[in-house]
């Protein structure tokens, strides 16, 4: 199961930190059916504090997840002794939160961060909280094909999360997915439907996505005749792909795990997504969405 759960909208959504029980037997009801299809990833990060607090009140000490969290934004911090010290702190602190004595993996949350001057100094601190057995992987989430260039020289990373969806397929047309996989790396993918858009009505989009609504109503009509729904397509497409070890989708209530559940299913080679990728970095980046 290549499935992985971004548990961000949970605690956001149930607000835990209120004593949201209704909230509480939610969560705990998507966790049972996590594990139970198969789920193992959990993907969070230290600005996801309720987030957080929420698998330490829920999750046995004995669970079967996998989770994976991310390092704080070091946003005004200069000096990169001190953004090591931070993200030891808030390491700790998350582990405190979550009641867990180690976690799967833990991914620096901006590339940005390691290559800079003195990022050396993070990574070195990671490889230290590795070394003492409170994280079993270290890598980092990217945004580029030039950043994974630049952090792979310089770094051995476990994991590397980066943007892959039917429309985004730079990463593969670049070989960049290959040579990761190639390098031992594990693979986890995010905006699997691009923020929405892939499952969105293409005529009922905002007039900032008007040059590629003939597109995607030419992607509709595609899928249609491969007689998959938009979720199957876009879902399938990337636990389809070999290089990919896990694919991170948010999930807020048992209903959208569930219909997630009953779309995953990876698709054979003879389902060709070759010709719906766009390189219109406009659309593909949606932080630089105008909406």
């Keep these: 199961m290549k499935l992985g759960l971004g548990i961000v ?50 999750l046995p000490e004995d669970h079967e997840f996998k989770i994976v969290t991310k390092t704080i934004p070091f946003l005004g911090v200069w000096e990169a002794s001190v953004k090591a010290s931070l993200l030891e702190e808030n390491f700790l602190q998350s582990l405190a939160k ?29 490889l230290e909280l590795k070394s003492r057995g409170l994280v079993s992987k270290i890598g980092v989430s990217a945004l580029t094909a030039d950043q994974i260039d630049r952090i792979t020289d310089k770094f051995a990373m476990d994991i590397i999360q980066v943007p892959l969806s039917v429309l985004d397929q730079r990463l593969i047309a670049s070989g960049h997915l290959a040579r990761m996989k190639d390098a031992g790396i594990e693979i986890h993918c995010r905006s699997v439907f691009l923020h929405g858009l892939l499952l969105a009505e293409p005529l009922n989009l905002p007039h900032y996505f008007s040059p590629v609504k003939g597109h995607l109503l030419q992607y509709r009509e595609g899928i249609r ?11 399938g497409f990337i636990t389809g792909l070999d290089e990919v070890d896990a694919a991170i989708c948010d999930v807020c209530n048992r209903g959208h795990l569930a219909k997630l559940l009953a779309s995953y299913k990876p698709l054979g080679k003879h389902f060709d997504f070759g010709g719906f990728a766009i390189q219109d970095q406009a659309i593909l980046n949606p932080s630089s969405w105008k909406i």
């Design 9 to 58: 909208q949970l605690g956001n959504e149930h607000g835990i930190s209120n004593g949201d029980e209704a909230g509480h037997n939610e969560a705990a009801a998507i966790f049972r059916l996590a594990l139970s299809s198969g789920v193992r990833i959990l993907d969070t990060a230290a600005g996801y504090q309720e987030s957080e607090q929420l698998l330490g009140n829920l």
């Design 98 to 126: 979550m009641h867990a004595k180690s976690v799967y993996g833990m991914l620096v949350r901006h590339a940005a961060d390691l290559l800079v001057s003195g990022g050396h100094l993070i990574y070195e601190k990671m």
């Design 225 to 235: 005749k491969m007689g998959l729904t938009p979720v199957e397509a876009a879902l």
